[in-house]
């Protein structure tokens, strides 16, 4: 069975970090493109991060800021989050796709909430 698990979400002052991870099961992470995404209330989520191979994706607002890295022998994503603004407040969803297909795909995790106080 298929699983992938967010967690390191928290609160967090304005300036400050988080790492989150997201541990798969049931998959390979490393051979597949992975991505962050983020949700606020009554929004759709997006995108803020994703990586293939070693390649790796960020949307302007992150960038600089957040860090997204692989662990193959962990099977593991994480989100380096540094410089954490108030508007980063909401939830983070890691999301992968079949081998060879594009993101968004099928899996999701359960999300971890992050609040940036300002």
């Known amino acids: 069975q298929v699983q992938l698990v967010e967690s390191g979400g928290g609160l967090v002052q304005a300036g400050g970090s988080l790492r989150l991870s997201c541990a798969a099961s049931?998959?390979?992470?490393?051979?597949?493109?992975v991505g962050w995404y983020h949700q606020v209330p009554g929004n759709k989520r997006e995108m803020v991060a994703s990586t293939f191979g070693s390649t790796t994706n960020y949307v302007d607002s992150v960038k600089g800021r957040f860090t997204i890295s692989r662990d193959n022998g962990k099977n593991t994503v994480y989100l380096q989050m540094d410089g954490l603004k108030p508007n980063d407040t909401g939830t983070y969803y890691c999301n992968t796709a079949r081998p060879g297909s594009q993101l968004p795909g099928d899996y999701w995790g359960q999300g971890t909430q992050v609040t940036v106080s300002s």
């Open positions: 049931g998959l390979a992470l490393s051979i597949r493109a």
